[in-house]
């Protein structure tokens, strides 16, 4: 099992600045593609971004030029720096991770548990 832990959300001002993390743990043998999710009340999650294990990435358009995923393979760590925040941002960030076990030609996928991110007019 890995598991997947999330830090930085919180409460900011439009036009602030956020930085989040996520690390993997546990038996992870090759990491792929990691991403960032996120799901506001009553809408469907949503991908933010993401960025595969050859540091291609992709952004949805509602946050391109503003975000930036990266990640360090050392330490099994995805990152999302948010700048330029605005009210709408304002949502439940997960990141997901996907992931291979030794000796085993599938690929897991895990999620975390969802960071909150609360953009203020």
């Known amino acids: 099992q890995v598991q997947l832990v999330e830090s930085g959300g919180g409460l900011v001002q439009a036009g602030g600045s956020l930085r989040l993390s996520c690390a993997a743990s546990?038996?992870?043998?090759?990491?792929?593609?990691m991403g960032w999710y996120r799901q506001a009340p009553g809408k469907q999650r949503e991908l933010v971004a993401v960025?595969?294990?050859?540091?291609?990435?992709t952004y949805a358009d509602s946050v391109n030029g503003r975000f930036t995923i990266s990640r360090d393979n050392a330490e099994n760590t995805v990152y999302l720096q948010m700048n330029s925040l605005k009210p709408e941002d304002t949502s439940l960030y997960y990141c997901?991770?996907?992931?291979?076990?030794?000796?085993?030609?599938?690929?897991?996928?895990?999620w975390g548990q969802g960071t909150q991110v609360t953009v203020s007019s």
């Open positions: 960025i595969t294990s050859g540091d291609s990435t």
């Open positions: 997901s991770a996907k992931t291979q076990r030794l000796h085993w030609p599938f690929w897991d996928q895990y």
């Open positions: 546990g038996r992870v043998f090759n990491m792929g593609d």
